[in-house]
């Protein structure tokens, strides 16, 4: 029996970027139209607008500008060569998020279910391709999710229990990151799934530099 252990991240890699092509094939023929109207109007009417702040924090939080810059901060941190591999993955991504907008034609919510309540936005934000999937904030927090996991499971300086609130916090972000782009009415719940996979992906991708 393979210990999955001894598994090569490359290869849940494979398997997940696979799943992300098959779902978008699914998205593309609008098979989960009602799903995602419904998940939207439910967390909508369940949550309150007392929320809508902190989820807009959020939304700072996943663009392209944030996530791009603690990168290259863990770069400079680590001091590795391999990091700038890191990069190229994550280069590559942006290049697979926007092949997903172009040829998958899923258009976001409508206006009515917009709840971003931040004055400020960064320049990425205006960059309207006409389509919602995938989500780019939810692929960007799951690669970027993956690469701390894997620093916070190599230092040795940190506790067991250390390490299991970190690994509990990266969830918790990634969580409501998840809620956050369908209840702001950003992206439908598809959106969201299909980002997920692809920055799983390609951050298990990434790994392959790093080990």
Known sequence: ????DKIPPVV???F?????????YLVHKDLFTQLDFNTTVRLQNHISRAFDTLFSFLSLLGSVEIVSIILLLLWFVFKKMSYIFVLCIYALFH??????????YHPGPSYRFFRYDLGFNFPSSYVQPGSSYPSG????????????????????KLSNMQKYLLYGLTAS??????I????????????VIGGTLLGSSCGLFALTFLL
Do not use: C, N, P
Request: aromatic letters at 18%.
């Open 16 to 24: 997940l970027f696979a799943a992300f092509m098959l779902f978008s």
């Open 180 to 191: 956050s782009r369908i209840y702001l009415g950003e992206h439908w719940l598809s959106d």
């Open 173 to 178: 972000v990634v969580a409501l990151m998840f």
């Open 95 to 104: 290049l697979l998020e926007l092949f997903g907008k172009i040829f998958v």
């Open 137 to 156: 904030h939810l692929a960007r927090t799951l690669f970027l999710s993956v690469i701390l996991v894997f620093i916070i499971y190599r230092l040795q």
């Open 1 to 4: 029996m393979i210990r999955h």
């Open 12 to 14: 849940f890699g494979i």
